[in-house]
């Protein structure tokens, strides 16, 4: 990904980014203002910032308040700060890497001293402070749902889950292919209300259970032997460490089109739609892990 020419900005043009750049230390100050003679004659420096994002058209914010500005090297001048004082800032990137992904990443208490220059790279994550990654449910369709079943091998007894199950199909479809159990975890409200709605049409209310919640918080995936997956390449890695760590051996994990990270799935198949369109299906199989 190429980098844009990096942009200076002196304190006029980072009004509107910068409203309430220092309020953090404004509000420690207020409580003991330094006598007036101590304050006329304090050493003013100001710093700078180069902030790296992970995409040109990605939303920065500092102190809340969004910077408005483009490119994935972006520099900036802070205004006048006090010589000697320790100033600490939030800082947050939200970006979609398609058009159903969105994420938002923040570096909280990023420190420095008036008159240093930072560096802050915002294209890693920061696993202390996990990305918040939402995504727009695009359905699958319903004959590729059941070539995700076939790969998947659901047999009778299979325990399966599904981060973001949308309208319920694919858990509908897994336990009519035998499973014993299928829990969805779903971020959106109405969606899980949506698929609630279509596990009691099917009858399988007490074979189906739709959780609200993170999926990438979700603590049950030990319990399952068949993960499905339709969520983007951002949030398969992202789950990646949880289902590796918790996902007991001979569990499979199958996903539509998107994959995680460097590990490639043992199989993977490319089926014709009845739409006539293409469509990848990813197959992993947990092994044992080595002592």
Do not use: C
């Amino acid at each position: 990904m190429l980098f844009h020419a990096a942009r200076r900005f002196g304190l006029a043009a980072l009004v509107v980014g910068f409203v309430g750049f220092a309020s953090h230390l404004a509000a420690q100050e207020a409580k003991a203002p330094p006598a007036k003679d101590e304050k006329k004659d304090a050493k003013k420096l100001k710093s700078k910032l180069k902030i790296t994002v992970p995409q040109d058209d990605a939303d920065l914010l500092i102190e809340g308040k969004s910077t408005k500005l483009d490119g994935q090297v972006r520099e900036f001048e802070t205004p006048e700060l006090e010589a000697g004082k320790m100033y600490e800032y939030l800082f947050s990137v939200t970006w979609q890497p398609n058009n159903y992904t969105t994420i938002t990443r923040t570096r909280d208490k990023v420190r420095f001293t008036a008159g240093e220059d930072i560096a802050l790279d915002l294209t890693k994550e920061d696993k202390a402070i996990p990305d918040k990654v939402v995504i727009r449910w695009v359905p699958t369709p319903d004959d590729i749902v059941l070539k995700m079943i076939e790969l998947a091998g659901v047999k009778a007894g299979d325990v399966v889950y599904e981060p973001g199950p949308g309208d319920g199909r694919v858990l509908i479809a897994a336990v009519k292919a035998g499973a014993a159990k299928a829990v969805g975890i779903e971020y959106d409200k109405a969606k899980a209300v949506e698929a609630r709605d279509a596990v009691k049409k099917a009858g399988l209310a007490d074979k189906i259970e739709i959780k609200e919640g993170d999926a990438l918080k979700e603590d049950g995936y030990g319990n399952a032997n068949v993960i499905f997956l339709y969520m983007g390449d951002e949030f398969d890695n992202a789950l990646r460490p949880n289902l590796e760590k918790s996902l007991k051996p001979g569990s499979r994990i199958v996903s539509h089109r998107f994959k995680m990270g460097d590990w490639e799935p043992d199989q993977t198949k490319t089926i014709r739609g009845e739409d006539g369109d293409e469509y990848l299906i990813h197959l992993w199989t947990i092994k044992e892990k080595k002592k």
